[in-house]
């Protein structure tokens, strides 16, 4: 525990008035607004994403908009995010605030926490942020951060390493402005006490950080087991004719839920062989199959080799989750960045004239 609570709030709040960046969410008391930056801001960086943030607010500027948007139109709006179940939750929440708290959202941390996709991190950012509530968020920042001042030593994402980190916050939530504090710890840990190289001569609260007294910042607080990278084999099919592509839409749970990709088949199979197992299982009968080579494309815990095959022939008559779109449209769809990189790698020139595709992701929050 600290000896100062009081004095360490006080410092960080002093420092962040002085050095806190000028980001568009910080200038707004909308818990909707904070939202929206709050679940973007997830496994993302703050420069990806404040050109989505404020896309996403033009088009949807209330809670209201939102639920009562098409879901493949805010999918649409998501890509190149990543994380793309964070889209469904967040039209879930929506639909929840409207139906639950006729469009408003609730002031109280516990009916925070029962909205869909509202961790114990979500619900006190919102509290705290947008009602300035004495509410403890704790992220991946801010529990390194809380971490280091108290020297809280073994793996900080579980049992009572996690519980005192969760504590401290709590000891430090109440006092002047509760808005402020939550994001000068999210500020400080992104700006100054970083993972690996933390400025510590920067720091308004060096002198009061156990593992800066003690030599530990390089161990404290303990360096995460990267789980073990599982890697994927797959098949995409690019199937091009008449400016239109043939695309499937992936189930809800799923690597890219409720998103469109060229048809996937398991294995990296040849040219011929995907020929084959198309016409076997979905009766589509291709005139002719291309090896278009292969790409990988990472995700957190997998790798994903991607073989393109391109089909030829007049695209086959579909019906859901299959559709042909316009390759002139695709940008009104939701396309995971996998499916941009298929594209582009492997249609014809020609094809690649009429291609209208969003963008891509980038990730990490800092």
């Known amino acids: 525990m600290l000896a100062a609570p009081a004095d360490v709030r006080a410092r960080l709040l002093a420092w962040y008035r002085s050095h806190r960046r000028d980001l568009p969410w910080r ?124 020297g809280i030593r073994g793996d900080i994402t579980r049992g009572s390493p996690q519980r005192a980190v969760w504590d401290l916050a709590e000891t430090l939530a109440p006092g002047e402005s509760p808005r402020e504090h939550t994001q000068a710890l999210i500020e400080l840990g992104a700006l100054v006490c970083g993972a690996r190289r933390p400025k510590c001569l920067l720091c308004p609260v060096s002198d009061a ?90 995700l957190t815990h997998r790798d994903l080799h991607v073989r393109l095959v391109r089909l030829i022939g007049d695209l086959p008559a579909v019906s859901p989750p299959y559709r042909r779109a316009p390759l002139s449209a695709l940008e009104t769809l939701g396309l995971p960045s996998l499916a941009v990189k298929a594209l582009r790698k492997g249609l014809r020139p020609e094809d690649l004239s009429e291609l209208a595709l969003p963008g891509r992701r980038t990730s990490r929050r800092s």
């Open 27 to 150: 200038a707004v008391r909308d818990p909707y607004a904070i939202w929206v930056s709050e679940i973007m801001l997830q496994q993302t960086r703050v420069e990806t994403v404040i050109p989505y943030y404020e896309r996403f607010l033009s088009r949807w500027p209330t809670v209201g908009d939102l639920a009562a948007a098409d879901p493949d139109d805010v999918r649409a709006a998501w890509s190149g995010l990543g994380y793309y179940r964070r889209a469904k939750l967040m039209m879930d929440a929506a639909k929840a605030v409207v139906d639950e708290h006729a469009g408003r959202f609730p002031d109280d941390l516990e009916a925070l926490l029962a909205l869909p996709g509202f961790g114990r991190y979500t619900a006190g950012a919102v509290a705290s942020i947008a009602f300035d509530a004495p509410a403890p968020a704790v992220d991946g920042n801010v529990a390194r951060v809380l971490a280091r001042l108290a």
């Open 209 to 298: 950080c156990v593992a800066h007294a003690e030599g530990l910042t390089a161990v404290v607080p303990e360096p995460r087991k990267k789980p073990a990278r599982r890697s994927v084999e797959l098949t995409a099919l690019l199937w091009c004719t008449s400016g239109q592509v043939l695309l499937a839409k992936q189930g809800d749970d799923g690597l890219f839920a409720g998103l469109w990709t060229p048809p996937m088949l398991e294995g990296a199979l040849t040219a011929d062989e995907a020929r084959r197992e198309v016409a076997r299982h979905r009766d589509w009968r291709a005139n002719g199959a291309e090896d278009m080579g292969t790409m990988k494309h990472v």
